[in-house]
């Protein structure tokens, strides 16, 4: 990752080399990257007529995945099953799945391979296990955020978070923009405590979101197509604006579970 210092310097391709993961949803496979920032990693699992199971690469030096860490599984299309250990959970759109320290065997199917499920998969280091939850995409606690005014009217479901599923530091959530409207996360904000991933979807084949990054007074962007994801460190503020409406899972880790931890950066001081 790259830091505050370098990042003024950085051209185009240099900051989506640093910050943005792509190419990871490929049919029949998984596929996984160990971050560099809180050690987060994240990955997508698209199983297809065989089942795929989740292995500890050796970036990790586990006997397997979850042997110090704990992991949040979105589902963000058909129904899926994931297998923990002996117990099966059917995963439907937009379902969410928690699993805590000390699951050793994880492995993901699709109910129906013609029209595979994708697994978004985020993961941070945990110390402490908490039991695996599903929480249904009905059972989300809801925010409702914005105005169609500012264009920025949008509905916030949390999965993974204090008065929710209980982790011992992964918060996982997701936000979806409402039709008209554009922006996420504007006003924007920074969390030093924590870093944040947002991984875009529902985006059509033509439509991009402007994910807007780096420190307020000297912003960069990155240009987002569907299912790709952006790492936002704590130094960088993180607001989008999309082409058209979206939805974007968002997941963080650090020093804290508070949803509400932020630092606020009025819209005047960006530059």
Same mark, same amino acid.
């Given at each position: 990752?790259?830091?505050?210092?370098? =990042?003024?310097?950085?051209?185009?391709?240099?900051?989506?080399?640093?910050?943005?993961?792509?190419?990871?949803?490929?049919?029949?496979?998984?596929?996984? /990257?160990?971050?560099?920032?809180?050690?987060? /990693?994240?990955?997508?699992?698209?199983?297809?007529? *065989?089942?795929?199971?989740?292995?500890?690469?050796?970036?990790?030096?586990?006997? %397997?995945?979850?042997?110090?860490?704990?992991?949040?599984?979105?589902?963000?299309?058909?129904?899926?099953?994931?297998?923990?250990?002996?117990?099966?959970?059917?995963?439907?759109?937009?379902?969410?799945?928690?699993?805590?320290?000390?699951?050793?065997?994880?492995?993901?199917?699709?109910?129906?391979?013609?029209?595979?499920?994708?697994?978004?998969?985020?993961? %941070?280091?945990?110390?402490?296990? %908490?039991?695996?939850?599903?929480?249904?995409?009905?059972?989300?606690?809801?925010?409702?955020?914005?105005?169609?005014?500012?264009?920025?009217?949008?509905?916030? *479901?949390?999965?993974?978070?204090?008065?929710?599923?209980?982790?011992?530091?992964?918060?996982?959530?997701?936000?979806?923009?409402? *039709?008209?409207?554009?922006?996420?996360?504007?006003?924007?904000?920074?969390?030093?405590?924590?870093?944040?991933?947002?991984? %875009?979807?529902?985006?059509?084949?033509?439509?991009?979101?402007?994910?807007?990054?780096?420190?307020?007074?000297?912003?960069?962007?990155? /240009?987002?197509?569907?299912?790709?994801?952006?790492?936002?460190?704590?130094?960088?503020?993180?607001?989008?604006?999309?082409?058209?409406? =979206?939805?974007?899972?968002?997941?963080?880790?650090?020093?804290?579970?508070?949803?509400?931890?932020?630092?606020? /950066?009025?819209?005047?001081?960006?530059?």
């Amino acid at each position: 990752m790259a830091d505050p210092v370098r =990042y003024p310097t950085m051209t185009t391709a240099e900051i989506r080399e640093s910050f943005l993961i792509d190419d990871l949803c490929r049919p029949g496979e998984l596929h996984q /990257v160990h971050v560099d920032l809180d050690r987060a /990693v994240v990955g997508m699992a698209v199983p297809l007529s *065989s089942p795929i199971g989740l292995t500890a690469d050796e970036t990790l030096r586990a006997k %397997y995945f979850t042997e110090r860490r704990e992991l949040g599984i979105l589902n963000i299309t058909t129904d899926g099953v994931i297998h923990v250990g002996s117990e099966s959970h059917l995963l439907g759109s937009l379902d969410c799945l928690y699993i805590g320290q000390g699951a050793k065997e994880i492995t993901f199917e699709s109910t129906n391979p013609d029209s595979p499920a994708v697994f978004y998969l985020l993961s %941070y280091p945990a110390h402490r296990s %908490y039991p695996t939850t599903l929480v249904r995409k009905t059972d989300a606690r809801l925010v409702e955020l914005g105005s169609a005014e500012m264009c920025n009217r949008r509905t916030i *479901s949390k999965y993974i978070h204090l008065d929710g599923a209980r982790s011992c530091q992964l918060v996982m959530g997701v936000t979806h923009l409402h *039709s008209g409207s554009a922006w996420n996360t504007m006003p924007p904000h920074a969390h030093k405590r924590r870093s944040e991933i947002y991984m %875009y979807f529902n985006l059509p084949e033509q439509a991009r979101v402007f994910h807007v990054m780096g420190c307020a007074e000297e912003t960069r962007h990155v /240009v987002i197509k569907d299912r790709e994801i952006v790492v936002s460190p704590g130094w960088s503020i993180h607001a989008g604006v999309g082409t058209q409406a =979206y939805s974007f899972c968002w997941g963080m880790g650090g020093e804290n579970q508070d949803y509400g931890d932020v630092d606020p /950066v009025p819209i005047e001081t960006l530059r």
